[in-house]
């Protein structure tokens, strides 16, 4: 492998195979499979991973892209093949060239994305921004407000310094998909219970799930709507994994149909028997 690596890199490599593989195919596999991969791969991530992640993927892109690009140069030169057309050249230049203006334009989201990824890490996007509050009571953690990363970290301590917690009240509008998720994750493994007093909405359902038993307080409510994304292809992945999750968690068709058939700047609040009949509620107070 380094061997070829190294003879595309001088320009060694059969003319048609440096073009039309390493040049034409390999670099749209690269950043297409790539940035796809890396839209899965980042649901549910910290902001950290994701930073790391999305920096190591174009670090990949950057290397791969270069290395095709001055290859493909060298083996077009006249020098390499004197009797090759100047049509011929400058045709695998060309695709060459192509290749590398796909990467440029994959870079060109990349600061936004990173910026976005440290706002979150350190709280200073909108959500983080919000109010939020991690206390215990006895045997029951109380989370109040905004799913933000910050308030996940705060869980993580409560959690780990209150080994007998069994009982988690969520009172939250939502926040990051990612932080209800991974809070819904360690409910689970803990064995948990989960209640809410006021109510739990978007996010904060994905936390709420995760309880073994499910408790809906006196006059509380929960709140479901369709996903928010950035473009239709992360709405398209956000929803289908949600989809996913809530499938395997018993929850039926129908519901899963109207939860994203309401709209993401509203809300949907199905009643007691509605939440009974779904699975998602498995005990209700007064």
């Not at 061997?3 to 048609?16: L, T, V, Y």
């Not at 440290?118 to 109010?131: F, K, S, V």
């Not at 978007?202 to 479901?224: N, Q």
């Amino acid at each position: 492998m380094l061997k070829f690596i190294s003879k595309q890199w001088r320009g060694d490599a059969p003319f048609w195979l440096s073009v039309l593989v390493i040049s034409l195919l390999l670099p749209w596999i690269v950043i297409l499979g790539g940035l796809s991969w890396l839209g899965d791969f980042t649901i549910g991530q910290t902001p950290s991973n994701s930073m790391l992640t999305a920096a190591l993927l174009f670090a990949l892109i950057a290397a791969v892209s270069v290395w095709q690009l001055i290859g493909t140069w060298r083996a077009t030169a006249k020098t390499k093949a004197p009797s090759r057309s100047w049509f011929t050249r400058w045709t695998g230049r060309a695709v060459a060239l192509s290749s590398l203006a796909l990467a440029l334009f994959a870079f060109a989201g990349l600061p936004g994305n990173m910026a976005s990824y440290y706002a979150e890490a350190t709280d200073a996007d909108w959500i983080g921004q919000q109010e939020h509050s991690v206390t215990v009571d006895g045997d029951t953690i109380v989370i109040t407000g905004f799913m933000s990363w910050g308030l996940h970290d705060e869980f993580v301590a409560a959690l780990r310094d209150n080994p007998g917690v069994t009982n988690v009240v969520l009172d939250s509008p939502g926040g990051h998909y990612a932080v209800g998720l991974r809070l819904g994750d360690m409910i689970r493994a803990g064995n948990l219970d989960t209640s809410t007093t006021s109510m739990c909405g978007s996010a904060c359902i994905f936390a709420f799930m995760g309880g073994s038993h499910r408790t809906l307080g006196e006059g509380a409510k929960l709140g479901f709507h369709a996903m928010a994304g950035n473009t239709q292809v992360a709405l398209d992945r956000l929803q289908a994994h949600a989809a996913n999750l809530l499938q395997g968690a018993g929850v039926p068709e129908e519901f899963i149909t109207r939860i994203f058939a309401t709209p993401a700047d509203d809300v949907w609040y199905p009643t007691v028997r509605e939440l009974r009949q779904a699975n998602v509620i498995t005990d209700v107070e007064g």
